[in-house]
C-alpha cells in the first residue's frame, strides 16, 4: 500500500465562497476526511481563496477561472481523490446575465467531467454542490425524493443539467459523482450575496448585530433551512459515503429545517429577546415576495435521511450554531 | 398584414430519418400548417434528404452538420416560423460513442437554439422530438406526468438536458419551444437503425414480408408503441398547439399503445393469419432483454391527451397503419 492510497488529495473548486471557506477550516481543523489523513488540499476560486493559518498538511491556493486555459489540467495533475465543486453564481446573477450563468455553472461543470475523463483509470469522488432549485412549481406540501425535475429559473436549469451530467458520468464509470442539493443556508454570516433568499438570514445576523433587518415578506412565508455548518457536513458526509447505496440516482435533496418567518422571529426572541426582535422591520417587497412564493416549502428528504444525512433539529439550534460558529 | 405574416416558413432538421421523411411527405401533401399555408420549407441533415417530387411550395434541401460553420446562421436566414428539431444519433449510437452522442444530440440543439438567441425579435416555435428515454428505473405501473427526469442511458440524458434547455430559453422568450416525448414508433419500414428496440418493428414488417424475424425477449415483455403517421401528427399538432396552454412545462409525453409482444403477435395473427406468424423465430438475447427490461411499459400521458395530441386507438390499427402506408 502505497502513501498516495492511504492518504487523500482534495480539491475545492468555489473556496472562497461562504461554504467553501466553511468546509476549508473543518477540514483544516480535522485534518482526517471518513478515517483517511488528508495530505493536501488545494483550494481555487476567481478570487483567491484564503488558506487557514493552522492545517496539519499542505494547503494550497489558486486563482482563477475554471474555465482558464490549462487551470483544470494543472489542477487535477496531482489526481485529487474528492474534488468538491461548489463554484458558480447565484441564482439572481444567473437570471440576470444568461450568458454568464450558462458559462460559469454548466459549461465550468461539463469542462471539469470532461477533464476527468480525460486521465486514464482516474474516477475521482465528485461532491457537487446543487440546490432545490432543481424543482419548481406547482408543489405538493411536501416534495418527495421522485418528483419531476421542472425548473423555473435559469440557476435552477443549469444546476439540474449538471445533475444529469454527473449521473451520466458516474454510471459509465468516468467519475463517482454525488450530487447535495442545499436547503437555504441560513444563517449566513458577513454581507449579503445577490440571492434573493438574502433577508432569510439578515432578519436573524442583523438583530443580533444591534443592525435594523428588513423583512420583504409576509410572517407567514415558509421555507427550507440549514445551518452553514450541517451545510458543510453534507458535504463531508457526501465525500466518503459509498456511493453504490445510490442506486443510480446520484443527487440528493439534504434534510433540512421547515419553517415559517414567523417561527424564525419566535426563535430569535427566546435566544435574544424581544428588543433584538424589534429591530425587524416590516417592508413588503412584491418582486421578492413573487419569487420566493415559486419555492418549495418542504421536502421529505427520505432518501439522504436514510443515508445518514443529518440536519438541524430547530429553527432555535440554527440560531444557536450561528452565534457559537460566528461570535 | 404582410405575406410573410399569412404564410409559413418551415426548417426541418434531421429531415433524412424515417419520421423527418414522413412529416416532409405529409406537409408537401397538405400544404397547410394549423390552418396556414406553407410558403417553403427547408430540409436538412447530414445525409442530402429528398424532396418529394410534388409539393406546392418551395421545397430546398440541405445536407450538413448543424454545427458545422455558418450552417445554422444561412439555415435562419429566412427566420423559419416553425422548426422541427429531429436530428440526432439513437440510444445505441448514444451510448456506444459517447463524445458523438453528446455532440449530436446536446451540443447541436444547444447551438440551434443559441442562434436563434443571436437573433433580435426572433422567436420561432420549436418543436423538439424528445423520447420516453428520459425516464429511468425503477417505473411505476404507469409513467405519471410529474415522474422524475432520471435517464439511465446517455442517450436520456442528452434529451432530458435538451428539454431543460428548450424550457429555460422558452420561459425567457427565446424561442417557443413544445418538447414531444414519443413513444417507440412501430412499425418502422425498412431497415433495422441502431435502436435495440428495433425488434418491436421487424416482428411485424419482416413476416408480413414473407421473412423470417428474430423475437429476442419473452412474449411478456409490455413496451409503449406509436405508429409512424400519429407520430407524424403529433409533431404537427405541437407545431400549432398555444403553448400558452403548456403553463411553463414545455415537454410532454405522447400517448400510445401499451402491448406485449404476445398482443402484438395476436393482432398480426388477427389481421395476417397463422402462417405470416410463424415466421417469427424466438431466440432470447440477455443482453436486448436487459435493455428492454429497463424501460417504461406504460404512461399516463393525461396532460398530452387534455391538449389534443390523439394516439392509436390499438396495435391492430398501428399495423393497419403500416399496410395503408408502406404497401
Redesign the interface.
Known sequence: VTDSQDTLHLLIAGAAGMIGRKLTSRIAAIGYLGGRAVSSCTLVDVIEPDTPAIAGFAMTARQGDLCADGLLECLLEERPDVIFHLAGVVSGEAEHD?EKGYTVNMDATRLLFERIRGIEGYRPRVVFASTAAVY?QPFPDQVP????????T?YG?QK??CE??L??YS??GLLDGIGVRLPTVCVRPGTPNKAASGFFSSIIRDPLNGQEAVLPVSDETRHWFVSPRSAVRFLEHAATLDTGLLE??RSLTMPGVSATVAEQIAALERIAGADVVRLIRREPDPEIERIVAGWPRRFAADRALALGFVADSSFDEIIRVHLEDER
Open positions: 444568461f419548481g425524493d421522485d418528483f419531476i425535475l421542472a425548473p423555473l435559469s436549469t439540474a443539467i444529469l451530467l449521473n451520466d454510471r459509465r443510480g440516482r
